[in-house]
């Protein structure tokens, strides 16, 4: 089966190369040609444009940045809509906004092709390891036409029915979450920092006791040790999602009073050239604010 994937960032990179390595023939393309070079020696055809990735009534992913790029591949000169034809499928994995999403359905439906959105938990590690959790969502045939490409790509599949809006702001929801959840920790260590408690220390038994998620394991060691570089998730990526947070929220009327503090966070760090940080580095202000050395 040949499929097209767009954009091999951080994220697409690691995706497209599970793909191949599942067996599926990949056209792929991305704006900086280079990227593509580690796939294609591990097989994949790179193309000229957007548009050749596309076999008629095929599927196409995307991992582009944001809304904006996802609009110019989609429908931009050389876009995927043009070339996708009847039944094809544009499967959409980048952290969108749920407008975008509903105007992408909305275009795909005119033209007899189906958008299907599967925004992604995990980071590149998590990809190259096949350990996403993907949010799928869109037309029943199409999501089922899909599967086969999500097992490749992710450990678990939540599949959240017909339409691609609920999976974009569940997808936003969670990075809000996240957000909080960094944003505490900065918080906390920086009090036990001015108390002579060691940030480390403060970490390991908080959780190795109530907090022994995942999440607050790996990015509570980052945030300890003010470890931002290399970046796994951009930080100007995540103010991408803080903005787009926000967008959602004020379209129906919901205040979200900590997503406006993390904004405020995430273009302040944006502000201090930090934006190619991990956005974990929006811990920063909390150290900052209280006066505490953080080395950067
Ligand atoms: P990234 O490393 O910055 O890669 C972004 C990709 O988008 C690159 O291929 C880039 O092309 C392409 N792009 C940007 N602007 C473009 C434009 N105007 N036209 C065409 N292509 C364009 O980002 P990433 O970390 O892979 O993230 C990709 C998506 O996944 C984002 O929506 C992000 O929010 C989401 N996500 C990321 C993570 C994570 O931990 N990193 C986790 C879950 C979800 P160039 O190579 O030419 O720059």
Redesign the pocket.
Known sequence: MRIGF????????AMAANLLQAGFELRVW???RD?AEPLVRQGATLVEH?ADTVEPGGIVIT????D???R??VD?EHGIAQRLGSGGIHLS????APQTARELAALHAARGTHYVAA??????D??AARM?FILCAGPASARQSVQPLLEAMGQRVFDLGDDPVGAHVL?LSG?FMILGVIEAMAEAMALGERYGVARERMMEVLTQSIFPAPLFVNYGKQIAAHAYQP????LS??L??ADLVLAAARQVAVPMPLAQLMQGRLLSAVARSRGELDWTAAALGASEDAGLRTGS
Not at 119 to 124: M, S
Not at 231 to 234: I, L, Q, S, V
């Open positions: 767009i954009g091999l960032g951080s994220m697409g990179q991305n704006r900086s990227k957007p991992m582009v940045s944001d904006a790029a996802l110019q591949v931009g994995m980048s952290t969108i925004p992604v938990f995990g980071r590149p998590a990809a996403l997808k990075n970046a796994r998730f951009k990526l995540g991408k999602d």
